[in-house]
């Protein structure tokens, strides 16, 4: 990182020159550490989108067993009617309200998986997130994220600030450790704030040069992120951006967050590992069927998706939007026709490179003797055995045991998520 | 280690002197009494150092250790101000309830807006009312002289998260803040734990108001249970482990205090029938005994018989509050808070034996800790970085500003990534700054730095008067400001930036705004 920090720094002074500022600004700038921007990116990085429903989504009524009565038996009041359902294969179907995605289904770009989830048995949502995000079920002290531990490992692509960006106001568990990463909760009004250009560029350098000197800890490389972040999103003027192909993302964080990733990715700025989450799937009451509170969740991740997929076109060759969630839930519905903390759950894989129009994953089944303690759906895939696949056959990792210590990916059990 | 600290101690408050004689952090009376104003209070004011300096650093933790004895009318007279308070929840409930009819209302009439913000009287008076009580938490913060009772207000506002903005939390938030919350601050944790197990927000929020014993039936008509919110259209059918798993895992033993998914049963049997009244008869707290499940129960192997009904809660919150894992769980909490994100056994070790001791006074715990040698260890000094309530609270604070009732602070602390009362899940926002430690919100706290110190927030008007005085000198500008307001830890590097920045700029007044915004939003200011 330094050795490249500093040749930049001494090929951004040639730049500035060029442009014809004023000395008195070059004094200051050579005064700082003063980044210019990063070389412009090779086209066609793969990225990967990691989109966390945090509260744990009823698979079962996202990817829906239509084909098992038992689902039926054990949902009289919350199981989408067969009727409503858009089947998949004759025995899984979407949820009504993420039809919009039929036809990345039918062109092959988008795969669901069931029956994935942890090898650990908690049902906190605390704790579950938690292994999920730092990639280590059952072990709590691991410091950082395992999306993080593949930024660590893999080294190619440090020269840009926006390798890894998580689109909300804090930095997310699964980001978290030693390798660079931002978090944005609003491209347009991310950097410092001042009524004129000049005024605005001075406050940068001035608080680039404070936190450069005097700053510690997380906070010295969190300040230094931002500085350099700064620095390249002034060259990409997100207050100009359209979506492409009529794409048209829903109102709310989730449309708004995937809509900048989206224009980041285009903007070629070094985008590889991007992460947003949407909150309210801890459906314990009144979850509704094919109406209700997790349908208006499905529709508008559906939307989103579908309006993603639109604006990036071709470039949705290069994406994979990976969806994840701690746990799933009951196979019965509770009291309050809602569903409590279960086990195994479903995930969605959108873009080019996904091994399309199937639902992977070996399914367990419904009947109470195949399920976990009885009540819920039996993990058949260590969600780590997922998560490697994509790492590997999508962004090219190599060495998969250091970003999932204690863990030993074997190719053979992966799902096939990514086509080879 | 223990004789080091008492030895410091004394020199601090120039008491009688103790055996020990190793040199110990921090030196002096004023290093000292900065280290106590950032951690057991919201930073300090303009003297303030000063001023506890001067009248002992551990006479002052010892006086908002009694927080009731300290005069407070002044912020009292400010939170008058807030109209939200002269509201009580059944009035507040009626309010909720007409907005919520308003938009059914006109989703009814197809309205195709109805998902926009309804822009009514009533509902801007709904928004303004939870405007306010955000906002008055940080006048509170930023004006009270019962500062540690402020601290330990936000602390187990998270401990006992509650979500502001989930159906009826809406209208019973509030309440649990000023009659939950507040009255058990620096009280027993057992009562404080007994009041949040009964109150409605957390009824509400972890769905247990709804939690029946399976095949329960009400002797009242089915209608009784119908919530005006609409949240639930029919009747509850069974039991809900939700306020149960997290009374365990959050509240008390935490999750590795050893209980098992049949405990979280149990527990949850036990709770069957706490519930709230409809919400036009004021939404108090009410056991529902036809709800109860009678049947034996056992948690962490004790046997809870047959036959009981509410008071077999009461006495399971007991055992959970003096139970080993949960002294454990807090102290580790506290020590968190008070003294470093990665919380030394020695601190807990001490908080766990003062809890015993006192059977859970929430005070001798807290003296406990400020006592012990691992809140004044080098090591622990300014080794936290501040949350982004505490630097807002301490920017106010350290230019002297006096927020009014608009909502802009609290508007502030939510952008920085922790808005008020709205952490939607049950652990609170962490006690860890990799939590809030982010390169946007680095950036955004130093906007709100040079907004603040530009007068550019209005609702909180800088007195930068009292910080430092109007000077052409900018050496004398600057050891003003580090004296003000870094308590004399700014850096070379940051007097040599400010110098240089300052340096051009003809206008004195907007001279020494720029350096108190940059001071504020410089690096040493984020750390206490």
């Not at chain 1, 084909?67 to 009289?76: A, M, Q």
């Not at chain 2, 989703?107 to 801007?124: C, E, N, Q, V, Y």
């Amino acid at each position: 990182m330094s050795i490249s920090r500093r040749v930049f720094v001494k090929s951004g002074g040639v730049a500035l020159f060029s442009l014809g500022m004023d000395p008195l600004f070059l004094a200051r700038a050579a005064l700082g550490s003063y980044k210019p921007l990063p070389p412009v990116a090779a086209c066609c990085r793969p990225v990967l989108v990691c989109l966390f429903q945090r509260g744990a989504v009823d698979g079962l009524n996202m990817i829906v067993p239509h084909g098992d009565p038992l689902y039926y038996r054990e949902r009289p009041r919350i199981a989408v009617p067969q009727s409503d359902v858009v089947d998949l294969d004759g025995y899984f179907g979407l949820h009504p309200r993420l039809a919009a995605l039929k036809p990345l289904w039918d062109s092959k770009r988008l795969a669901a998986i069931h029956a994935i989830g942890s090898p650990d048995a908690t049902r906190s949502h605390f704790d579950a997130q938690d292994y999920m995000e730092s990639g280590t079920p059952g072990v709590k002290a691991t410091p950082d994220g395992w999306l993080n531990r593949y930024c660590q490992h893999d080294r190619e692509h440090q020269d840009t600030p926006f390798r890894a960006v998580a689109f909300g106001p804090e930095l997310p568990r699964i980001l978290a450790g030693t390798a660079p990463s931002l978090a944005i909760a609003d491209l347009q009004a991310f950097g410092l704030r001042a009524p004129q250009a000049a005024a605005r560029d001075r406050l940068t350098r001035a608080f680039e040069e404070l936190y450069a000197g005097s700053a510690t800890g997380l906070l010295s490389a969190s300040s230094q992120e931002a500085f350099e972040a700064v620095q390249t999103l002034k060259r990409v003027d997100p207050t100009q951006y359209q979506p492409a192909n009529g794409a048209d993302y829903p109102r709310g964080k989730l449309g708004k967050a995937m809509l900048e990733i989206a224009q980041l990715i285009k903007a070629d700025v070094g985008l590889q590992v991007a992460f947003a989450d949407v909150t309210g799937w801890d459906t314990h009451v009144n979850q509704g069927a094919t109406e209700g509170q997790l349908a208006a969740r499905l529709a508008e991740l559906g939307q989103t998706l579908t309006a993603f997929a639109q604006d990036l076109g071709e470039k949705l060759d290069d994406v994979v939007v990976l969806t994840m969630s701690e746990f799933g839930r009951t196979v019965r519905e509770n009291g309050n026709s809602g569903t409590d903390h279960g086990h195994a759950t479903a995930m969605l894989l959108l873009g080019g490179p996904v091994n399309g129009g199937r639902v992977l994953g070996a399914w367990p089944g419904l009947d109470p003797a195949s399920r976990f303690e009885g009540r819920d759906v039996a993990v058949t895939t260590d969600f780590r055995d997922l998560f490697a696949e994509v790492l590997a056959r999508h962004l090219g990792a190599r060495d998969l045991s250091a970003i999932f210590p204690g863990f030993t990916p074997d190719p053979a059990r992966f799902p096939g998520a990514i086509r080879g | 280690m223990k004789t080091r600290v008492v030895r410091f101690l004394t020199i601090v408050v120039a008491w009688p002197p103790a055996v020990g004689a190793q040199h110990a952090a921090p030196s002096t009376p004023r290093d000292s009494a900065l280290h106590a104003l950032n951690r057991l209070a919201y930073g300090p004011r303009p003297g303030e150092i000063e001023r506890v300096a001067a009248g002992g650093v551990l006479r002052w933790i010892d006086a908002q250790l009694a927080p009731d004895k300290i005069d407070d009318e002044t912020v009292a007279k400010r939170a008058r101000e807030f109209d939200v308070l002269k509201y009580d929840r059944g009035d507040l409930a009626r309010l909720y309830a007409e907005v919520q009819r308003a938009r059914q209302q006109r989703k009814r009439m197809g309205d195709t807006a109805a998902d926009k913000p309804d822009d009514s009287p009533i509902a801007m008076r709904g928004r303004r009312f939870a405007a306010q009580v955000q906002q008055l938490a940080v006048v509170r913060a930023a004006l009270s002289e019962r500062q540690l009772y402020e601290v330990m207000v936000d602390f187990w506002t998270n401990h006992f998260n509650v979500y502001f903005a989930k159906g009826a939390d809406r209208f019973l938030t509030p309440d649990y803040i000023e009659h939950t919350i507040r009255p058990h601050a620096m009280g027993r944790f057992e009562d404080l734990l007994i009041a949040t197990a009964k109150s409605p927000a957390m009824l509400f929020y972890l769905d247990n108001w709804q939690s029946i014993a399976p095949g329960a039936f009400p002797r009242s008509p089915l209608s009784a249970l119908r919530r005006e919110d609409q949240e639930v259209r029919r009747a509850p059918k069974g039991i809900n482990e939700n306020y149960a798993r997290e009374l365990l895992e959050l509240h008390t033993l935490g999750v590795d205090g050893g209980y098992s998914q049949h405990d979280v049963i149990d527990v949850a049997r036990i709770f069957t029938g706490w519930s709230i009244r409809r919400p036009q008869q004021g939404a108090d707290f009410e056991f529902h005994d036809w709800a109860h499940d009678t049947g034996d129960k056992q948690v962490l192997g004790i046997e809870f018989e047959r036959g009981h009904g509410m008071d077999e809660a009461i006495r399971l919150l007991k055992l959970l509050a003096d139970h080993p894992a949960t002294m454990h769980h807090v102290s580790r909490k506290l020590c968190q808070r008070f003294v470093n994100d990665d919380p030394p056994d020695g601190c807990v070790d001490d908080a766990v034996a003062a809890w015993q001791r006192s059977h859970g006074d929430i005070r001798d715990v807290l003296r406990a800790i400020f006592h012990g040698p691992d809140f004044w260890a080098a090591a622990n000094i300014r080794a936290k970085v501040k949350t982004p309530l505490e630097f807002v609270v301490s920017a106010a604070r350290a230019v002297d500003a006096e927020p009014d009732t608009t909502p802009r602070l609290a508007q502030v602390v939510a952008r920085l990534g922790e808005p008020l009362y709205l952490h939607v899940a049950p652990d609170g926002y962490p006690e860890r700054e990799d939590a809030w430690v982010n390169s946007g919100a680095v950036l955004d706290r130093m906007n709100a730095a040079v907004a603040l110190a530009a007068g550019r927030l209005p609702g909180a008007v800088a007195t930068l008067d009292s910080v430092a005085p109007v000077t052409a000198n900018p050496v004398q500008l600057i050891a003003g400001i580090d004296g003000g307001i870094l308590g004399g830890t700014m850096s070379e590097n940051t007097k040599r930036v400010i110098a240089e920045q300052v340096s051009d700029i003809t206008d004195p007044v907007q001279a020494r705004a720029l350096a108190v915004g940059l001071a504020i939003g410089g690096p040493e200011f984020q750390r206490q």
